[in-house]
Nanobody
Framework: QVQLVESGGGLVQAGGSLRLSCAAN????????MRWYRQAPGEERELVAG???????NYADSVKGRFTISRDMAKNTVYLQMNSLKPEDTAVYYC??????????????WGQGTQVTVSS
């Protein structure tokens, strides 16, 4: 079973920066996509950023120009660099990784979530 371990959340003042990390472990043959989602209290989970195996990236309009997603394929790790943080970025952030464990077995795993709180 593929497990994801997240780190890097915390409390920061508006305008500050945080870097989230998510490492995938457990019999991974290949990774197709790595994504970050977030969920604020009372809100639906939303896609923040994604990166494909080929390196293509996409971002939610609300974070374009402020957040950067990257990955280290040798470590099966995805990062989210968050700059110019705003109070509205406050949420629990989840990583999501899709890939293959074998020729016959795909996986779609989620991290445990890490809290990001931005104070005004």
């Amino acid at each position: 079973q593929v497990q994801l371990v997240e780190s890097g959340g915390g409390l920061v003042q508006a305008g500050g920066s945080l870097r989230l990390s998510c490492a995938a472990n457990g019999g991974i043959v290949s990774i197709n996509a790595m994504r970050w989602y977030r969920q604020a209290p009372g809100e639906e989970r939303e896609l923040v950023a994604g990166i494909t195996s080929g390196g293509s990236t996409n971002y939610a309009d609300s974070v374009k120009g402020r957040f950067t997603i990257s990955r280290d394929m040798a470590k099966n790790t995805v990062y989210l660099q968050m700059n110019s943080l705003k109070p509205e970025d406050t949420a629990v952030y989840y990583c999501n990784v899709l890939g293959r464990r074998s020729l016959w077995s795909d996986f779609n795993s989620w991290g445990q979530g890490t809290q990001v709180t931005v104070s005004s």
